[in-house]
């Protein structure tokens, strides 16, 4: 996949209750880092995610023999992939604010920030598992609770 270069847009943060009543805690860094974010998945998350799928269904198919076939050649090249996503939204997410409540609970002001955090955490289990040929049922979990982050950003419609 090409490597991902945010640019200038009109993308703003939405504010719904309670992220109404966290929003002073929201930083222009936080601001900023999602809109890349936001740039990033739109751009490039859709074409990763089915790079993931195909590659941990014909890993699947090979029974989880990496020399079959291209299965080696195309690790690699979804690992790369995964790689370049994380070190992209590495800095991005390690920039948002986490603060605490009342009772000593950490929370994420931003809306939508914590699932950007997640999914960037999750990608890199990934990455890592594939990377140290592991079998598709080891880094397969971290890939459905990366589906599942992803879901959760486009059902929240915060990068529109």
């Known amino acids: 996949m090409p490597e991902f270069t945010p640019h200038v847009s009109n993308w703003a943060p939405q504010f719904p209750y309670p992220y109404d009543q966290t929003r002073k805690n929201v930083t ?27 590659f ?7 029974n989880n ?10 690790a690699d090249n979804v690992a790369s992939n995964v790689e370049q ?10 920039a948002f604010t986490i ?12 809306y939508q920030a914590e699932p950007f955090y997640r999914l960037w955490q999750e990608l890199s289990n990934v990455g890592v598992g594939i990377r140290a040929r592991n079998t598709a049922w080891v880094y397969g979990p971290s890939q459905q609770r990366v589906k599942r982050w992803a ?3 486009e059902r929240s419609h915060v990068c529109d």
Do not use: H
Request: glycine share 4%; with cysteine; net charge negative.
């Open 85 to 94: 996503a994380v070190a992209f939204l590495a800095p991005r997410a390690e």
């Open 151 to 153: 879901s959760q950003i």
């Open 28 to 54: 222009d860094a936080d601001i900023n880092a999602e809109r890349e974010m936001c740039q990033w998945f739109n751009a490039q998350y859709l074409e990763l995610r089915r790079q993931m799928d195909k």
């Open 56 to 62: 941990g269904f014909n890993l699947l198919q090979a």
């Open 65 to 74: 023999d990496w020399t079959v076939g291209t299965i080696q050649a195309q």
């Open 99 to 110: 603060s605490q409540d009342f009772a000593g609970d950490m929370y994420f002001p931003l």
